[in-house]
């Protein structure tokens, strides 16, 4: 049964850098894309980034783009989401998911399953 950790989440102040981890266990994810979301309070599940199986191929949310970088380690199981230049808006619980199955890509909560239980980021001075 696939079980997913999140990690590396924490308060950080308004332009500092964070880098969230995810290890996934009991199964092999290297044929999935795999992604990361948040939701804030109040608001709906958004998705964040995105990575294609081989690491070749990348997406980010507007938002996100030119601050966020992700990345995935096949070897270990396990994928990133380094952080820079953190803003209060992207105060939210963050989550990494694998695609639902090999087909699956982007940034749509609906085409991602099998859930961490988040890691709260939290910018604020």
């Known amino acids: 049964q696939l079980q997913l950790v999140e990690s590396g989440g924490g308060l950080v102040q308004p332009g500092g850098s964070l880098r969230l981890s995810c290890a996934a266990s009991?199964?092999?994810?290297?044929?999935?894309?795999l992604g990361w979301f948040r939701q804030a309070p109040g608001k709906e599940r958004e998705g964040v980034s995105c990575?294609?199986?081989?690491?070749?191929?990348?997406t980010y949310a507007p938002s996100v783009k030119g601050r966020f970088t992700i990345s995935r380690d096949n070897a270990k199981n396990t994928w990133y989401l380094q952080m820079n230049s953190l803003k209060p808006e992207d105060t939210a619980v963050y989550y990494c998911?694998?695609?639902?199955?090999?087909?699956?890509?982007?940034?749509?909560?609906?085409?991602?399953?099998?859930w961490g239980q988040g890691t709260q980021v939290t910018v604020s001075s």
């Open positions: 009991g199964f092999t994810l290297r044929d999935y894309a």
């Open positions: 998911a694998p695609g639902l199955t090999p087909l699956e890509y982007g940034l749509d909560p609906a085409d991602f399953g099998s």
């Open positions: 990575i294609s199986q081989n690491g070749d191929s990348t």
